[in-house]
């Protein structure tokens, strides 16, 4: 019996439309995966028996060598992902095509890379969405360039901006592999430009529903940002310390022309659980780094005066930062209190 007060249980049941199990996902949703027989050309992810993994491109008479032994490619092409393969010395391996999460924190790098959990909250909290147009920058090495792009499809636009052209090569590469284009034919959501946002957001006069800043002086970027961005439009700055954080957040409300901005961080904890030995996992990664949202007002909109007096000494004498617009007067004599 469904459960009235789990949602849940009343969905309706998933349609099975779709055809066969090894159908491809259609080559014009550019989603970066397929489905069906793995293929001469894809790339495969391996997993050994403590976990170690390999990313190989598959190619017909080619042979895989590791401490374990050796097997050749052409054991995978054509079989459907899942399965397991032993090399001659006993090793066995996992075979699955590499997800989007893996991809990236596998592929070469320029620049540190945002991590999924992070990407997953930008998708999420910056409401991309299917047709959207997105500024990122800089693009580093592409990771949120996929999510950016798997989240717009291929009717949105990302328009991404790099200043290191070594970069923006590395980018160009992961993006043109994890989408399975070619050389001269990319994502056609995506243009890449080279230079710095500052500069060349005005330059390319278009009109966005979201920009992601991942650099390091995003209040740089502010008041470009803010008139590339539609009524309503979000800000992100994705941003590693907590001077970095604060001078973003004071940058944009001194601004004034954006929602008081919202700061957090997301941790997250893996569990381990076999049988009666269920308890958080020992590592995790402690910090990525912080992300800030802010939604444009209209022109000439201001967002309401907070009711609520800043902290003690929060803007007091030791404080150097931008100010913001609403202050009142006797809160720049007040010493900090911790
Ligand atoms: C941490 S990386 C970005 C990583 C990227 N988001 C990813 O997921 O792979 C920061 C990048 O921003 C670029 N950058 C810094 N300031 C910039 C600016 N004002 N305009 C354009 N790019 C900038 C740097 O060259 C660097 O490649």
Known sequence: MPDPADARSEAPAAPTAGGPASTDVPAEAWSGVHRGPLRAGEWVRLTDQKGRRHNICLEPGKRF??????????????????????????????????????????MPRGAAVVYPKDAAQIVAMADIFPGARVVEAGVGSGALTCSLLRAVGPLGRVLSFERREEFADVARRNVTQFFGGTEGQSHPAWELRLGDLAEELPRAGETVD??????????????????????????????????????????VRAHGGFTDPHAWESLVRDWHVEGLAVRPGHKMMGHTAFLVTARRMAPGEKPPAKKRRPAPGAYGVDYTGPRPLDLPPQVADEPFES
């Open 65 to 106: 060598f590791s401490n374990r032994g050796h097997f050749d490619h052409d054991e995978l092409i054509g079989r459907e992902e899942g399965f397991t393969v032993q090399s001659s010395a006993g090793g066995v391996y996992l075979v699955f095509r590499p997800l989007l999460s893996e991809f990236v924190v596998s």
């Open 210 to 251: 979201r920009i992601i800043l991942d650099m390091l002086a995003p209040w740089e970027c502010v008041d470009v940002c803010s008139d590339a961005l539609v009524p309503g439009g979000i800000l992100v700055a994705y941003v590693a310390t907590t001077t970095q954080l604060s001078r973003f957040v004071e940058t």
